[in-house]
């Protein structure tokens, strides 16, 4: 997994709620395997019509924005299906943080699996940074893990809670299955104990 | 409260808990469910030469990809006509084949969706972790245990090491008294759940359902509830065990047998929540208030009883709430203030894991005798199981004399990704679980709603109040 330190770069307002992981990532590209593809497949039926054309009026397709490296969005950002396809598409397309008022939970695991962060703030917080953004078209912003602080069009700096072990991780771009095998000693007393507890689960 | 008081989900967590790091728990996995689109994790294992820790706790369904058409299906895996389709399809079985994971694919007896074929082989059961590369997989929470959806990273993680870090969720119960009303099923329960907490309402919480009317559901319908709880951004959606349960696992493949069952029946008993067992958030819900729900916007939350009319933005005080509602009618193509049930639909759709179990076909197949559908209608079963008891009972032939299509189990047009889609601009009424735009196929237009509702709408070719049906 790639590390994520600090970020600065142009900022894309999606300004919306409940962008859920099927318009993210509309199903059917659920059976592409990860690759250069993804970018595409971002938003794919939001920003493309059925020939392929671009909808010119949705702002990914807009200049800057092609160059978005920071999204702000609406609450409930992320909700529904589980597929990490969704996290795929925003990461080729080069967006490697979110910042929404909350995300739907597995999104958010996904994410952060994925080195790409999604940055709880307060609605009201959401709500001026994406009126800075709409008012101020292609401003940047910057986003620091380890100070855990976004920093607004404004120069304001907003704090964000991370949860610890997600934060190392990504500070370091840590790989998790290595991390856990690490505990490999713990998982094999706990299979044991389990396993005498509750002897009818092993097959 | 008793300090040694704890929630059903307390106890299940407690329980396998491997290590705690910071504010993460690494839990253990009990079993982890699979199907056609976890190709991404069988990628990352192959890239890293990784293996599969306990293949005897995976379990692999064929269900999101595999054709519903029964001619098709007669026809065989080659024949399916998308070759990237084709391919899902196939790497399941060479996946599950090279790792030695059971899978339960394409001409098996048990083949069918995850969370209705894995309830049927005894595979969800009281006191468990269960993890499945699905959303849906808080489906099999109405068994008694943590259930919950993840990615395909996690997916690796957990076949690879049989755990999972996890940050512990906040308990919400759900507390639904009092008996439903005629027409109204555990589909209406759920909706009307949603519509009061929102598509965000549970995020952060596992959700345990209890009160009179849970108590006296059926383990389908406790399953309907819980598979939904994801709707509700829920984390876990949970029912306490007792003999509704114990009846239905009595005798599964995978349930316990003999002494076994014995001992595992005396622990299942000591699982539901103590009283006095602090929850961080409660709802309350009048089973007896709730009628035949119907989505009419673009997420679960936007949804009505039958009775009532499309909302009027305008009325609307809250300012995003009011964008949102402008935003869902355009994409839906409907006008404020129009009775839900002048709205035509083009197609119906009765199945997904939401709605596809014997009592959901039986359902509909009692409205279905009422008349014949004016509309293309679909029945798909969500279990090869299923199928066959329907076929038992001789619903298929109530159905295929109604004008209603009777297919092959699978998740079919709830997600269109086998080819069965709706065309741009069509409006199907759907037993699924999500009216998100272009869930059913790009453009589509999607309204949720029960078996029932469903079957009905088909009769009369526009949304209508069940109830109004039945009783002539």
Not at chain 2, 225 to 237: L, P, R, V
């Amino acid at each position: 997994m790639d590390a994520f330190t600090t970020l600065t770069g142009i900022a894309v307002p999606l300004s919306e709620a409940n962008i859920d992981t099927n318009q993210i990532c509309p199903t059917r590209f659920n059976k592409v395997p990860r690759g250069p593809r993804f970018a595409q497949v971002l938003l794919h039926d939001r920003r493309f019509n059925a020939d392929g054309s671009e909808k010119p009026d949705f702002i990914l397709n807009q200049e800057p924005y092609r160059k978005a490296v920071i999204a702000v969005a609406g609450r409930n950002f992320g909700v529904g299906s589980s597929r990490e396809t969704a996290v795929f598409g925003i990461i080729t397309f080069g967006i490697r943080a979110v910042i929404a008022p909350n995300f739907g939970d597995i999104f958010f695991s996904n994410s952060l699996k994925n080195g790409m962060l999604p940055v709880r703030l307060p609605a009201e917080t959401v709500d001026l940074l994406m009126q800075q953004l709409l008012n101020e078209r292609g401003a940047q912003m910057t986003v620091d893990l380890s100070s855990q602080t976004v920093t607004g069009p404004d120069g304001k700096t907003y704090h964000f809670d991370v949860e610890p072990l997600s934060k190392k991780r990504l500070l370091k771009g840590l790989d998790e299955i290595e991390h856990t095998l690490e505990y490999g000693d713990a998982i094999k007393r706990f299979e044991q104990g389990h396993a005498k507890a509750q002897p009818w689960l092993v097959s | 409260m008793n300090a040694a008081s704890k929630t059903l989900f307390d106890k299940v967590w407690d329980n396998h808990v491997v290590a705690v790091e910071e504010d993460e728990t690494l839990l253990y996995v009990d079993r982890c469910l699979i199907h056609e689109g976890s190709r991404h994790t069988f990628d990352t294992l192959h890239e890293r030469g990784l293996t599969v820790a306990h293949p005897d706790k995976v379990f692999a369904f064929s269900d999101h990809y595999i054709p519903t058409d029964p001619q098709a299906r007669a026809r065989g895996v080659s024949s399916v006509p998308d070759p990237e389709i084709r391919n899902m399809i196939e790497l399941l079985t060479s996946n599950t084949a090279e790792y030695g994971i059971a899978k339960y694919g394409w001409g098996d007896e048990q083949q069918g969706i995850l969370h209705v074929a894995g309830p049927e082989l005894g595979l969800s059961q009281p006191g468990i972790v269960l993890v499945g590369a699905d959303s849906h997989t808080s489906t099999h929470g109405a068994f008694g245990n943590i259930s919950f959806g993840i990615g395909s990273s996690e997916t690796t993680h957990v076949v690879a090491t049989q755990t999972i870090w996890q940050r512990r969720p906040g308990t919400l119960r759900i507390t639904i008294d009092g008996a439903l009303g005629f027409g109204v099923t555990a589909k209406d329960i759920i909706l009307a759940i949603i519509a009061k907490i929102g598509i965000g309402g549970a995020i952060g919480y596992s959700i345990e359902y209890s009160g009179s009317a849970i108590k006296r559901m059926s383990m389908n319908e406790r399953m309907t509830i819980c598979n939904m709880s994801i709707e509700a951004g829920g984390k876990a959606g949970l029912v306490a065990p007792d003999d509704t349960t114990y009846q239905f696992l009595n005798g599964r493949p995978f349930a316990p047998k003999g002494k076994a069952w014995d001992e595992a029946l005396a622990y299942w008993r000591t699982l539901p929540s103590d009283p006095g067992a602090k929850f961080s958030k409660e709802v309350t819900i009048d089973a007896g208030r709730v009628v035949p729900m119907v989505t009419w916007g673009t997420n679960p939350e936007q949804s009505l009883p039958i009775t009532d009319r499309v909302p009027d933005p305008a009325q609307e005080p809250d300012v995003e709430k009011r964008t949102e509602f402008n935003k869902a009618l355009a994409y839906m193509d409907l006008k404020p203030g129009m009775p839900l049930t002048d709205i035509a639909v083009d197609r119906v759709f009765i199945g997904s894991c939401t709605n596809s179990r014997i009592d959901d076909i039986r359902a509909a197949a009692a409205v279905a005798k009422l008349g014949h559908a004016v509309v293309p209608a679909w029945v798909v079963p969500g279990s090869e199981s299923v199928k066959r008891q329907a076929e038992a009972e001789g619903l298929d032939r109530v159905f295929t004399e109604a004008g209603f299509e009777w297919r092959g189990a699978g998740c079919s047009l709830c997600t269109a990704l086998n080819g069965d889609q709706l065309k741009p601009g069509e409006r199907c009424g759907s037993t699924s679980n999500r009216n998100f735009q272009g869930r059913q196929g790009p453009g589509g237009r999607t309204h949720l709603m029960s078996p029932a509702m469903a079957a009905a709408a088909a009769l009369r070719g526009h949304l209508v109040d069940v109830r109004e049906l039945a009783r002539n």
